[in-house]
């Protein structure tokens, strides 16, 4: 609900200022306030309004009346839809808007306006919310609670009733735990105990929940987390408060029937809900009410009956240890002691015999607040009370027994596929019911709604209903009320009439002016006044008449008179017949009693005032907010008081707006028609009241008046009255304050009237509900802006509205006595929006000041004649029972029945209304916002139910799916066994939810942006399913007993539960959900058995590919079905990880990690399968190319899977894994297009063979003539014929059946093959020479090329390629190379070129045509690391210094130094070197015989056929360091510098007869000491020569050239080594 602010600011009229006395009327939902009247065309009210607004689909209407002499007339009206209505806290300038002459109705409501009119309105319109109380303030309310509840005394007690069933506990269960003080209790207005000062009012419990009470702990665990491994349902309680002092009457109401819930096993003292107020959490059993023992402690603190009452002592800390169970607790402020025990030969079996929601559970632990009552006394109970808490139970055992309509066609909860790990998970459940789940049957809403028809404490109260002398009279009264209403009183005949003397107005006492016409007198009676004045006379003409009569005795006319008066009653009794029937029947009067009253009743009436008589006593206290009259800003007050003729006045009270007189003035009044004129004056002493005071009878300043009718005053009164005008001129506000006391003769001890009005009405309501209407109560249906004053049928409501007016009874009290009355029956249908609507006009009518009093609210209402204490404790206390009723929503207002929903509406809308009333009427700061009121409540129904629903789960599921499913009950709870129960609690979840949702989100709307119940039921549920769940999976980890596809459909379902209705609320905005922490073991756990199967499944499809010969799974795909079958299941089991949704990204990542190792094994086993067995299949036609397609698609299929698994955003570990799995993937491929590659080479040979023998026919000179250019063509297509042919076949076959990239590998692959044959064929024949063989099979061996070399040792003949062949051969590769490029679709051109194989292969062509001498130099220039890789030769400036042993040479077999010289000749520019061996050091060499060791010299390099090449020093015998110191001479000529040439030193041991043996071999290139010209040299040996892939091709050419000494030469030379050791 809403609070609506209009301030009605100012107007424009267009027309004459003259005729314009306007005022603002606002109507809003059947509340209606009215602006003071302002002259002028430009009027300024300023006057502020606030409305409780419930409907926001409704308007506000405006309307402006122009004031008349005998009726107003409209201006104009305005109609503001208040949805359109801002929101603010801060006042505006407001808006203008033009007032329109009609208004537009529909369905009997105002819907807009038409037809403008010139004048226009500005008004300030906004919606404003109540404020959150202060945390201070709560503390202090909190401490102050806690004393009052130190005071209650009533204690609750048990009963054990035996019942041989085990029935469902009711849904009524699920009532909120609080005892609230002046509920539970039931404590009187009247009870002297009570007597509490105002600020410790009850709703003051109310505090904030931001700052929790010292002894409340905040955090509340669940109690089905703890007691989760007991499989045993915890039973609800059943709690009994009641109060023996209230009458038969209200028996429903005496005794409160609460179920609260179950106590949790926890060592916290407060409810989850943590209310600060009173709780009750007394847990009991029934037990027999005349058989009690004594037992032992042990034993009476485990099985006896226990009764818990919230007292005022509280521990500090708030926890209770659970070894604390034997500890005494102590009771503060607790006076009767009792206990009820049990017998001990039922001590055994008790439990099994009970109802469940009956039994104390054995591990109860009692909070700090609970404890034991002492042991002595004994049984409390009336005897009444026992048979009806008895009766209560058989109602509640008969009502378990009836059977809930379920849904046959649904079936049980998601049956297990037969594939248990991947087909048994269903990932997609929608967990909704088509119809929302009863919880509580529509007997137990009956047992709720009678035992709970509304505050049973405002009955009590109703004292009215026993005192039957206050009844009598009351009767009395009411008939002479009835009998001759003031509604049908005569009234005066007014003529105009011209006075001769001074006359004045009996209304006013002003005087007539006029010289004729002056003023208006009564034909029958002689009354005289001002025209104006004529409306306010309501005295009944006939008794005025009479009374004067018989005054002047005028005996005849006087008893015309009383005949027209007996006439007038006679036809109102035949008339109304039914009237005087049910006031007979409201206060239970005899037939005979009652016709010899009614004669009594109209006598007195016909006596009038002729034998009446009255002593008045009226004090005058005090006036506040009169008007300023003097210039000083000020006035000077003084009151004169008048009664009959009677007129005295007080003293003046100089220079005070809010004067204090308490002045006291006795009155004897003999006519009760008489009035009391109360005036106020501001008393002035200059010349201009003293002329006043000679016209007027009256010098003074006037500043208000209040008529009081003699007739309305009865008893003590103490009252505000409003001070009103005198004419419309009058400037006039305030009220004043008025003591009066009357003793009426004949009734000096009767009551007030109000009092008297109070009896009336509560007699009248008692009557038509609880007698009359069996407890429900009668909307009377009424509409229009005065309905709410409507409060009964036609009758009654003329009974108390008669009555009201003869005695004078505002309709403010009226309304509040009524809103007292139905506060007693709050919970019957209807009634909560009946007392809405009361309490806004109640609120209205205090709240919306107006400029003509300046009292505030709360003075106001503090005058009001109901009492205030008395008013704001009634809301006090049904504050804290809608609270409690709303805290139990779903029992009070089942979601089936519209009409129950719509009650809780208007509860909250009257909530809504107290709020209100406690800050504009009362003032209070801070009181709770109804909001967050409403917003807790609904939070502890919502704990409360799925307590409920947790204890109950496995009953309420099969009663609503109809399942005839029996378990025992240790396993209907949630079990370590098995996952049965959690689905079936997520399915009751959902259905609370769903009905929260659909059902009473769209009722409780009146706070939209701050309450919102389908949300809250979903946060708290969850809060409270979470804590379970995860509690449960953390025992179900230590044993793990069900499947693991189990727990993965179970977390399915909470994952579609938190998707559904828990993600997008807003305090779960931003935060990452905990429950797949809770699942992540599990998960896994089914990935590593996921992995298993995969790896079974992949055997199995490879399996059964094999045995249908690995066909194409169809003619578009070139791969078989075993691929797609293993990533089928492997996308399948994937899907499953996705769907789960995971939102935490760390759990998110570990999946994934997991999984991808799942898809490595399995991928690689696939690999290493298809490899072990691929070489069987390459000489079958289509298979090894299907074979590598499907290892192919492995790798397209892997890219997929990647991007479905985040591709990028993929976790790092698991990418890099895939990535890995991808690279290995593709080495297996290029492994077996290797393999299949390799498998042509026998016919790729055959081939090869043909094209050299062909080549070997091809003759002539190579010139480059046209002729001889077509004819080397024409050889070339000859040549590769054989090729060709082969090669035509293979590759069209390859280009159909292969997939690009396999096709592509595999021509990569024959173009190896087909290159590396034709350099080992063709282009470098075999040697002849075994040395040269030796030394190239060794460096081959070296550099991996054995393949290269497998024909050398075969053939014998020896071939040499002419210049022609050379140019043939070069154009056949240029045809293959084009060839294998296939126009685009085969190998690029690029790669082709920079194919290493072609490059060996056109090098070793472009070498076969140079000579040796070049062939040499291109030797020495491109080998540079030859012995230890070039390092370790060090140089010095002479032999005599010995360097540092050099680095980067592993395991030197000796070193030899020398010096050389080199010099060049000036003029002819010839090179000469001149080499000293100087000696050789660190000789390794073994030997059994002699060792001789010498050093051989060579200089390598072209231009040395006629020089000399070598020299040797002499051998030295048995010296593994000889010095030589002997010098040669290399010359080298001038054709070439010294980088092409280098010296290679041989130290050999000398053999006589055989062949010397090589020690060590170094070489040392010239270009090292070109730029020295002399120096040492140090070279460390080597075993051997090492040469790369062009040192290798030159000694291939070389080693054919067999006739040339210096290629022979160096062939040997260079494959010299290290001789074998003796002994090694």
Known sequence: MSLLCVRVKRAKFQGSPDKFNTYVTLKVQNVKSTTVAVRGDQPSWEQDFMFEISRLDLGLSVEVWNKGLIWDTMVGTVWIALKTVRQSDEEGPGEWSTLEAETLMKDDEICGTKNPTPHKILLDTRFELPFDIPEEEARYWTYK???????????????????QRKPLPTAAAQCCHWTYLGWGEQ?????????????????????????????????????????????????????????????????????????????????????????????????SQLSELDQCHEQDDDRRERDSIHSCHSSGSFSRDGQVGFGEQEKALEVTGEEEKGRVCEPKDKKKDTTTHLPPDLVLPKDHVLG???????????????????????????????????????????????????????????????????????????????????RKAGITSAMATRTSLKDEELKSHVYKKTLQALIYPISCTTPHNFEVWTAT???????????????????????????????????????????????????????????????????????????????????????????????????????????????????????????????????????????????????????????????????????????????????????????????KQRLKRESDDFLGQTIIEVRTLSGEMDV???????????????????????????????????????????????????????????????????????????????????????????????????????????????????????????????????????????????????????????????????????????????????????????????????TFFRMKVQELQSPPRASQVVKDCVKACLNSTYEYIFNNCHDLYSRQYQLKQELPPEEQGPSIRNLDFWPKLI?????????????????????????????????????????????????HEKDRLCKSADYMNLHFKVKWLHNEYVRDLPALQGQVPEYPVWFEQFVLQWLDENEDVSLEFLRGALERDKKDGFQQTSEHALFSCSVVDVFTQLNQSFEIIRKLECPDPNILAHYMRRFAKTIGKVLMQYANILSKSFPDYCTKEKMPCILMNNMQQLRVQLEKMFEAMGGKELDPEAADSLKELQVKLNTVLDELSMVFGNSFQVRIDECVRQMADILGQVRGPGNASPNARASVAQDADSVLRPLMDFLDGNLTLFATVCEKTV??????????????????????????????????????????????????????????????????????????????????????????EKSSDLQSLRYALSLYTQTTDTLIKTFVRSQTAQVHDGKGIRFTANEDIRPEKGSGVDDPVGEVSIQVDLFTHPGTGEHKVTVKVVAANDLKWQTAGMF?????????????????????????????????NETFHFLLGNEEGPEAYELQICVKDYCFAREDRVLGLAVMPLRDVAAKGSCACWCPLGRKIHMDETGMTILRILSQRSNDEVAREFVKLKSESRSMEEGS
């Open 145 to 163: 609670l806690e004393q009052i509840n130190v005071l209650e005394t009533d204690s609750e007690y048990s009963i054990q009733e035996e019942s």
């Open 187 to 283: 404590q009187t207005f009247e009870d002297p105990d009570s007597a509490v000062d105002d600020r410790d009012s009850d709703y003051r419990s109310e505090t904030s929940n931001s700052i929790p009470p010292p002894y409340h702990t905040t955090s509340q665990p669940n109690a089905s987390v703890h007691q989760f491994p007991v499989p045993m349902r915890l039973p609800q309680q059943l709690l009994l408060q009641g109060n023996s002092r209230d009458s038969c009457n209200d028996s429903m109401q005496s005794y409160d029937l609460d179920y609260p819930e179950r106590r949790a096993l926890s060592p916290t003292s407060s409810s989850r809900y943590g209310s600060s107020c009173n709780v009750s959490q007394g847990s």
């Open 368 to 450: 700090p607040q609970e404890s034991f009552p002492e042991e002595n006394g004994s049984s409390p109970f009336t005897q009444a009370r026992a048979h009806w808490i008895r009766a209560v139970t058989k109602v509640r055992l008969q009502l378990q027994e009836i059977p809930d309509d379920g849904h046959p066609s649904l079936p049980q909860w998601l049956p297990e596929g037969p594939a248990g790990g991947l087909y048994g998970i269903d990932s997609m459940p929608d967990l909704r019911r088509k119809k929302p789940l009863p919880l509580v049957s529509d007997l137990a809403m009956s047992l709720v709604q009678s």
């Open 501 to 691: 003397t001074p006359t004045y107005c009996y209304e006013c006492e002003g005087l007539l002016w006029g010289i004729a016409r002056q003023g208006m007198r009564c034909s029958e009676c002689g009354v005289k006044c001002h025209e104006k004045c004529q409306d306010l006379l309501n005295a009944d003409c006939l008794q005025r008449a009479a009374e004067k009569s018989s005054k002047h005795g005028a005996e005849d006319r006087t008893q015309n008179i009383i005949m027209a008066m007996k006439d007038r009653m006679k036809i109102r009794e035949r008339n109304k017949p039914e009237i005087f029937e049910v006031i007979r029947d409201v206060f239970t009067v005899s037939k005979v009693a009652h016709v010899q009253q009614m004669k009594t009743v109209k006598q007195s009436v016909l006596d009038g005032t002729s034998k009446w008589s009255a002593k008045i006593t009226i004090t005058v206290v005090c006036a506040q907010g009169l008007q300023a009259k003097d210039k000083t800003g000020s006035s000077d007050p003084y009151v004169t008081v008048q009664v009959g003729k009677t007129k005295k006045r007080t003293k003046t009270i100089f220079g005070n707006l809010n004067p204090v007189w308490e002045e006291k003035f006795h009155f004897e009044c003999h006519n009760s028609s008489d009035r009391i004129k109360v005036r106020v004056w501001d008393e002035d002493d200059d010349i201009k009241s003293r002329v």
């Open 720 to 914: 505000w009255y409003n001070l009103e005008k005198r004419t419309d001129k009058s400037a006039v506000s305030g009220a004043i304050r008025l003591q009066i006391s009357v003793e009426i003769k004949g009734e000096e001890k009767v009551a007030p009237y109000h009092v008297q009005y109070t009896c009336l009405h509560e007699n009248l309501f008692h009557y038509l509900t609880d007698i009359q209407g069996s407890g429900g109560v009668l909307i009377p249906e009424a509409r229009g802006d005065d309905a709410w004053k409507v409060y009964f049928d036609e009758t009654a409501q003329e009974i108390v509205d008669e009555f009201a007016m003869r005695y004078g009874i505002e309709s403010i009290y009226q309304a509040m006595t009524h809103f007292a009355c139905l506060s007693s029956k709050y919970m019957c249908p209807g009634v909560p929006a009946v007392m809405s609507t009361l309490l806004a006009n109640i609120n209205a009518y205090y709240a919306h000041t107006t400029a003509s009093t300046n009292v505030s609210a709360s003075d106001r209402f503090a005058a009001s004649n109901f009492g205030k204490e008395r008013f704001v404790k009634l809301l006090d206390q049904l504050h804290n029972s809608l609270r409690i009723d709303l805290s139990t929503y779903r029992n009070n207002f089942p979601a089936g029945s519209p009409e129950r929903l719509q009650d809780l509406k208007s509860t909250v809308d009257l909530l809504t209304s107290i």
């Open 987 to 1035: 399915t009751l979840i959902v259905s609370i939810i769903e009905e929260d949702k659909n059902s009473y989100t769209l009722v409780l709307n009146q706070f939209p942006q701050e309450l919102n119940v389908g949300k809250v039921s979903a946060e708290v549920m969850w809060q409270l399913f979470a804590q379970d769940m995860k509690y449960a999976l953390e025992e």
């Open 1303 to 1392: 096709l592509k590998r595999v021509l990569k692959e024959l173009w190896r093959v087909v290159m590396n044959t034709m350099e080992r064929m063709i282009v470098l024949p075999p040697l002849t020479d075994q040395t040269g063989t030796q030394l190239i099979f060794t460096a081959a061996k070296e550099l991996s090329h054995l393949s290269k070399l497998k024909d050398h040792m075969v053939r014998e003949e020896t071939r040499s390629l002419t210049p022609k062949q050379c140019e043939v051969l070069d154009l056949a590769l240029d045809t293959i190379k084009q060839y294998f490029h296939a126009g685009g679709n085969g190998l690029k051109k690029t790669f082709l």
């Open 1492 to 1524: 001789r060791p010498f050093v051989e010299v060579t200089m390598v390099g072209p231009h040395q056929s006629e020089k000399k090449r070598k020299f040797t020093t002499k051998s030295k015998s048995n010296n593994w360091a000889p010095k030589y």
